[in-house]
């Protein structure tokens, strides 16, 4: 039976940002957002520890809030936010001030990994992308960005269990997710991985041994058809966690370690690690990047300084590799 360790550190205040509920809250929802009864909302009640160092997410550098507005008025659905990559989407999130709602099958590991938010930085809605039933029109009201970083195992293993198969999370996950996506939604970010248009190449055919590859393209594909403006993000091998049985503070003390540089390309020819951080960064950069819409990138990590949460460093790294 696995163990939780318990970290007894304190959740964030976002009160630092000096912003107002009113300032905070999206202009979409002037008046409470009806919500399924599947849905929670939490408060928080408690700030951050003076002893800890609150924002030294992803390159120990800070997230730069100067752009709080702009911030502000995005509420962006995460997909597979408590995964290794998706929890520290949503841990960037927070801490960037930026509203966020969760599609989980278990909603109890949100409050585990994240605490007690303020209803309006974080909202969880209990459902599964395997199952088209489940992801009822009302879970998307309001939501203007997308952040999907949901996945399994490429070999068969435990988290195979109750059908998450690649071709159940990879392809009708991801087919049912973007059916259900309303048109209005200003940008979708799909984490894919490196290698899914050479599967039959090696290394990459061992690795598609049992279609995860197959099924990622396939999930690929299905975005690029739907008319939806997305951006894919193909990884190499994740590195740095995944740090599945930490809370929200030890989330954001978290670094890339000497890994912080960051190598982007396209076609399909990167081989090598990324870290999980830099992966989770490079899905929020990307939402307001304009140029990066209707693109795929591979991107990895080596040894040596980063962007850190710059933005015009990302946009930099996503423009040379169009040029390359």
Not at 16 to 44: C, D, H
Not at 59 to 66: F, G, L, P, R
Not at 108 to 125: C, I, N, P, W
Request: contains cysteine; aromatic residues 8%; charged residues 20%.
């Amino acid at each position: 039976m696995a163990t939780t360790t318990n970290l007894s550190f304190a959740p964030p205040s976002y009160s630092r940002f000096a912003a107002t509920k009113s300032q905070i809250r999206n202009p979409l929802f002037t008046s409470p957002l009806p919500l399924p009864s599947s849905f929670f909302l939490v408060r928080n009640e408690a700030s951050l520890s003076s002893s800890i160092t609150p924002v030294q997410a992803f390159t120990e550098e800070a997230v730069d809030t100067s752009d709080l507005a702009s911030s502000s008025s995005k509420l962006v659905l995460v997909v597979g936010g408590t995964g290794g990559v998706g929890q520290l989407v949503v841990a960037s999130l927070l801490n960037r001030n930026i509203r966020s709602r969760l599609l989980l099958r278990d909603l109890d590991k949100a409050t585990k990994l994240f605490g007690k938010q303020d209803e309006y930085s974080l909202q969880v809605v209990k459902g599964d992308t395997r199952n088209a039933e489940d992801l009822d029109p009302s879970m998307f009201e309001g939501v203007t960005h997308v952040i999907c970083t949901t996945g399994t195992t490429a070999f068969p293993s435990k988290r195979w269990n109750e059908e998450n198969t690649p071709e159940k999370v990879d392809w009708e996950g991801v087919k049912n997710l973007i059916s259900a996506l309303p048109s209005s939604v200003k940008r979708v970010v799909l984490v894919s991985s490196v290698g899914v248009t050479k599967s039959n190449e090696l290394p990459w055919s061992i690795m598609n041994l049992f279609g995860v590859l197959k099924y990622k393209k396939m999930g690929e594909d299905f975005l690029r058809d739907s008319g939806l403006p997305f951006t894919i993000i193909r990884p190499g091998r994740l590195t740095d966690g995944p740090y599945t049985s930490y809370d929200l503070n030890t989330l954001l003390k978290a670094t890339a370690g000497e890994r912080r540089a960051v190598v982007i390309g396209q076609g399909d020819n990167l081989v090598g690690e990324v870290s999980r951080l830099v992966v989770a960064e490079a899905c929020i950069q990307a939402l307001d990047i304009e140029f990066t819409q209707g693109k795929a990138y591979e991107i990895n990590s080596v040894k040596g300084d980063g962007p850190g949460s710059d933005p015009q460093q990302w946009r930099e790294l996503f423009k040379a590799a169009e040029s390359k």
